[in-house]
């Protein structure tokens, strides 16, 4: 047994005794052994406690009221009777866990076992105690709730509360004795007595509340006066021997500590004295220059209150002197020219910086007001809202006490600073603008006029503006510089005044009078200014240039409207049309042009597209020469506004541009269509060809050229390059409009080769070509009478060169006769072809018509396993005999008989009846007239091609009398 080892749980067990322990027995038999494992000891529990901190607390800010929370063992500061929740938290648990109990004093709450929160009311002094236990030990903590009983040991507070009382009315009449009175309530006493003030306390409070006084609001103890005397712990004041001037006035007691403060005064009043107000400075009605503060107005009674509309109006009534104090006040208002109205209402106390005030409001002709009275200050203060322009009223003030009175007034003026009506701005000239016209304007409004007139500007105030009326001072600036009325010493502005507005109109307007007119005008309350943008107008003349001025062809481009522009291509002319000085107009101060530019190009002349205008107001127009087309002659319009006679007055004039380019040859270009000629353009890209022996004509067009172009032609043909004069078989045309042909007669090999066109001017040069060759070799004619139609065939891959070719009929032999046995069909290929193209037979029908492509036959050599034809009848034809004439026609005749071929029998003619019989005899040299024979060898390899040529007609006559090979080629 361990027990031993832990009969003492107050004392753990020390960490040397944890761990195994051995247990040995032993006697003369033997030995025993045991073990036991000691692992872990009692622990006891440990409180979080709370420190204490409602010690020597300095205020304010005082203890404020409400829940609160502490740790068990610290303490709270509460007003008494606040809950309070006390906590009791582990911060060890122990082992095993510890039980929690909850005293009050020495009471157990069984209640609240094992619980860590408990909540308790401060409502008296008592200690809670939390005890945490086990069989390891136990911890506690306590926290007090103690009321005070010195300056430093208390955590439970109460404010303090004076007996006081509430002034009275003032006596009829004050008595010639001493006075006792409590504090609040105040004391008339005469001089030289006894005074005595009572500053009791309702409530101690908790810490008991010391008192202090102070007199006039400023602390005080009575020290170096020997008549005062504070006796009852500083609770009761004696005065002796009072003295009016140094003694007669408020004191004040004040109770404070931690949880607040209360206070109370008592005014002491020698009476002998009626009331006399401070008086404010009464002004007269401020005229210009002068100037009023725009914010509230806070004038004494007696004083002038002047400000603007919707500002507060105060006007303060302070007492100087009245002994007693004066009980009664009485405000008036009183309208201009009008009867005094009391201003009255019921009354309500108010606190106001720690002092009952007494308050009430009233509204009279429109006008809000609020009176603050604060008898023991003696003040009274009235504030007016709702003030308009323009009114004017005083305010009148009575203070009454018992020896007398005083009467004060105030005058109040509402003064409006000056608002101008004023007209819109019109940024834009008018369309029409008369000649004779003064116009009349209000100011704001833009004029626009014609020189020689008048113009007058109205400036006149909003209604309710400006007030007081005849207050408001007017200015007139023209172009910054103030003017005056001096039409009587000849000048030209006359100036109109009213109450409620002016007026200026300037005579014979001229062009340099154009400016800005401002107006300013201005009272106490404020000022107001206004502008009006004078624009005139007179005839428009353009400054034009020198059509003898060149302007380019170098860079810059710019010039005057009227001089003459020679511009490059793909260069920048600008052509500026500027109002002349002496008849144009200046631009006014917005910024815009009283003249409309127009440019128009051409006859008749055309609008140029807006977007081409730069420069001011569309006076710069941009000419971006690209081509040909875009010079010209370009025209501008300046129109103004002036309507004369229902015309608008303008000024025009006109630059011609004049565009410098280089020469371009329109490719493209054929020349006109001759008879007998081959018309040939210059787009060199592919060869042409034409016949050999033809007549070309080649055209080279320049389609532009500033100035004229000078055109040359060359001839290369791939070897040597030579230029071509007019003379032998070339000859060249030439004319005005930049057109050059070349004619090149009777076109042979010789001539073959490219023929290259230059134009060129001080601009510059281009250049075109064409390459020329000759017809392939196959390409011909057909000869008269040969059976075939010339058609002319594009030889140049598009450009329309066409050659001539033959179309005619060309055939192939017969193929055997199908099928092999009696009567069959045989077939030959029969094609339309032309210069080894070939075409639809349509094209050879035109001359002859279609060879058959197949035909009856009978065949000749029957296949000899065919048993069934070798037996069958069938004819039998011999060759055909020699003509019986070699010219001018003869007579060929075979023989034609019936037969059965597997046996060669010869049998009656009806028996074939499969086919007609085959013709015995057939016409021979029919086209061979008696003399002509073939003088030259080869003949029989002679087409019919061939024989339409004269040459091959001659030498090969009797072959080509009978039509030559049956297949031309």
């Given at each position: 047994?361990?027990?031993?080892?832990?009969?003492?749980?107050?004392?753990?067990?020390?960490?040397?005794?944890?761990?195994?322990?051995?247990?040995?027995?032993?006697?003369?038999?033997?030995?025993?052994?045991?073990?036991?494992?000691?692992?872990?000891?009692?622990?006891?529990?440990?409180?979080?406690?709370?420190?204490?901190?409602?010690?020597?607390?300095?205020?304010?800010?005082?203890?404020?009221?409400?829940?609160?929370?502490?740790?068990?063992?610290?303490?709270?500061?509460?007003?008494?009777?606040?809950?309070?929740?006390?906590?009791?938290?582990?911060?060890?648990?122990?082992?095993?866990?510890?039980?929690?109990?909850?005293?009050?004093?020495?009471?157990?709450?069984?209640?609240?076992?094992?619980?860590?929160m408990i909540t308790v009311n401060a409502s008296e002094a008592v200690a809670y105690t939390c005890e945490a236990m086990n069989d390891a030990g136990m911890d506690s903590a306590t926290t007090n709730f103690m009321f005070a009983t010195d300056a430093t040991n208390y955590n439970i507070f109460q404010k303090p509360i004076l007996d006081k009382s509430r002034p009275g009315p003032p006596p009829d009449d004050v008595p010639p004795d001493d006075m006792t009175v409590t504090i609040g309530e105040d004391m008339y006493i005469l001089p030289g007595r006894t005074a005595t003030v009572e500053c009791g306390l309702s409530q101690e409070g908790i810490p008991p509340a010391p008192v202090r006084w102070t007199r006039r609001d400023f602390p005080w103890d009575g020290e170096g006066q020997s008549n005062v005397m504070f006796s009852g712990d500083g609770r009761i004041l004696t005065i002796s021997n009072i003295s009016k001037s140094v003694d007669c006035t408020y004191y004040c007691c004040i109770a404070e500590n931690a949880a607040g403060i209360d206070q109370a005064c008592t005014n002491i009043i020698c009476p002998g004295e009626p009331p006399l107000f401070r008086r404010g400075l009464r002004l007269p009605l401020p005229m210009n220059p002068d100037r009023i503060n725009p914010g509230p107005a806070s004038v004494d009674i007696g004083g002038s209150a002047y400000t603007t509309p919707g500002n507060l109006i105060e006007i303060i009534g302070q007492d100087t002197r009245a002994n007693p104090l004066a009980m009664d006040w009485t405000w008036q208002y009183i309208p201009s020219g009008g009867t005094p109205t009391t201003i009255t209402g019921t009354p309500m106390i108010i606190m106001m910086g720690g002092f009952e005030v007494s308050t009430f409001t009233d509204m009279i002709d429109g006008l809000n007001f609020t009176v603050f009275t604060n008898i023991p200050r003696k003040v009274s203060r009235v504030e007016i809202r709702g003030a308009t322009a323009g009114q004017q009223f005083n305010i009148s003030s009575t203070v009454t006490n018992v020896i007398g009175s005083d009467t004060a007034t105030s005058n109040v003026a509402i003064y409006s600073p000056p608002v101008f009506e004023q007209g819109m701005p019109n940024p834009n000239i008018p369309d029409v603008i008369q000649n004779d016209l003064s116009p009349t304007v209000t100011i704001g409004e833009t004029i626009y006029m014609a020189e020689g007139n008048s113009a007058t500007i109205n400036a006149n105030l909003v209604p309710?503006?400006?007030?007081?009326?005849?207050?408001?001072?007017?200015?007139?600036?023209?172009?910054?510089?103030?003017?005056?009325?001096?039409?009587?010493?000849?000048?030209?502005?006359?100036?109109?005044?009213?109450?409620?507005?002016?007026?200026?109109?300037?005579?014979?307007?001229?062009?340099?009078?154009?400016?800005?007119?401002?107006?300013?005008?201005?009272?106490?309350?404020?000022?107001?200014?206004?502008?009006?943008?004078?624009?005139?107008?007179?005839?428009?003349?353009?400054?034009?240039?020198?059509?003898?001025?060149?302007?380019?062809?170098?860079?810059?481009?710019?010039?005057?409207?009227?001089?003459?522009?020679?511009?490059?291509?793909?260069?920048?002319?600008?052509?500026?049309?500027?109002?002349?000085?002496?008849?144009?107009?200046?631009?006014?101060?917005?910024?815009?042009?009283?003249?409309?530019?127009?440019?128009?190009?051409?006859?008749?002349?055309?609008?140029?597209?807006?977007?081409?205008?730069?420069?001011?107001?569309?006076?710069?127009?941009?000419?971006?020469v690209s081509s040909l087309a875009d010079g010209g002659d370009f025209t501008c319009v300046a129109t103004s506004r002036i309507m004369e006679e229902g015309t608008f007055q303008s000024d025009t004039a006109t630059s011609p541009v004049n565009v410098l380019m280089g020469p371009i040859i329109d490719p493209a270009a054929l020349p006109p269509m001759m008879a007998g000629e081959r018309a040939i353009n210059l787009e060199g890209k592919r060869r042409r060809v034409v016949e050999d022996g033809s007549t070309v004509r080649i055209r080279c067009s320049v389609m532009m050229s500033i100035p004229d172009a000078n055109i040359t032609w060359t001839f290369s043909n791939g070897q040597t390059t030579q230029d071509i004069k007019a003379g032998g078989k070339f000859t060249i045309a030439e004319d005005m409009t930049g057109e050059s042909q070349l004619l090149i007669s009777n076109f042979g090999s010789e001539d073959v080769g490219r023929y290259r066109c230059t134009a060129s001017n001080s601009v510059g040069s281009d250049v075109a070509s064409a390459s020329i060759?000759?017809?392939?070799?196959?390409?011909?004619?057909?000869?008269?009478?040969?059976?075939?139609?010339t058609i002319e065939l594009d030889v140049s891959g598009g450009f329309n060169d066409t050659c001539p070719f033959c179309a005619e009929y060309a055939m192939n032999q017969y193929g055997p006769c199908q099928p092999p046995c009696h009567l069959g069909i045989k077939t030959r290929t029969v094609i339309c072809r032309a210069g080894g193209r070939r075409f639809e037979n349509e094209i050879c029908n035109m001359t002859s018509q279609t060879p058959p492509s197949q035909m009856t036959c009978e065949a000749d050599f029957p296949d000899p396993n065919d048993r069934a034809c070798n037996l069958a009848p069938r004819w039998k034809k011999g060759p055909w005999g020699h003509c019986s004439r070699t010219c001018d026609g003869g007579l060929q005749k075979r023989q034609v008989c019936c037969h059965i071929p597997a046996t060669g029998k010869e049998i009656h003619d009806s028996e074939c009846t499969y086919a007609p019989k085959p013709k015995e005899s057939r016409r021979c040299n029919i086209g061979k007239p008696c003399g002509c024979q073939d003088f030259a060898s080869g003949c029989e390899k002679i087409g019919g091609r061939r024989c339409a040529e004269e040459v091959f007609k001659i030498a090969c006559c009797e072959t080509c009398s009978q039509g030559g090979r049956s297949f031309p080629y």
């Open positions: 047994s361990m027990s031993g080892l832990l009969a003492n749980p107050e004392n753990p067990a020390p960490p040397r005794i944890l761990g195994t322990w051995t247990c040995t027995c032993n006697n003369s038999d033997g030995v025993t052994v045991a073990t036991s494992r000691l692992d872990s000891c009692l622990q006891p529990p440990r409180i979080d406690k709370g420190i204490e901190m409602c010690r020597n607390i300095r205020f304010p800010p005082y203890v404020s009221e409400g829940p609160k929370e502490t740790k068990i063992g610290g303490d709270v500061c509460t007003i008494v009777g606040s809950r309070v929740d006390i906590r009791c938290d582990l911060l060890e648990r122990g082992m095993p866990p510890a039980r929690v109990i909850w005293r009050r004093d020495s009471t157990e709450l069984s209640e609240f076992e094992n619980r860590s309710g503006s400006g007030l007081l009326d005849g207050t408001t001072d007017f200015e007139w600036y023209y172009k910054g510089e103030r003017v005056f009325d001096d039409v009587a010493e000849g000048g030209r502005f006359s100036i109109s005044t009213t109450p409620t507005g002016t007026s200026l109109t300037i005579n014979d307007v001229t062009l340099s009078d154009v400016g800005q007119i401002q107006v300013i005008g201005y009272n106490p309350a404020g000022s107001d200014r206004a502008f009006t943008d004078l624009n005139v107008y007179k005839p428009i003349a353009i400054d034009k240039g020198d059509p003898d001025n060149i302007i380019g062809p170098d860079e810059p481009l710019k010039g005057k409207i009227g001089d003459t522009f020679n511009v490059e291509k793909g260069k920048r002319a600008f052509i500026n049309c500027d109002l002349a000085e002496s008849g144009g107009f200046p631009y006014n101060e917005t910024g815009n042009l009283p003249a409309e530019i127009e440019w128009f190009r051409g006859t008749p002349p055309m609008p140029v597209d807006p977007s081409l205008y730069s420069g001011n107001h569309g006076n710069q127009l941009c000419v971006d060759g000759l017809c392939p070799s196959d390409s011909r004619r057909c000869a008269p009478g040969e059976p075939g139609f």
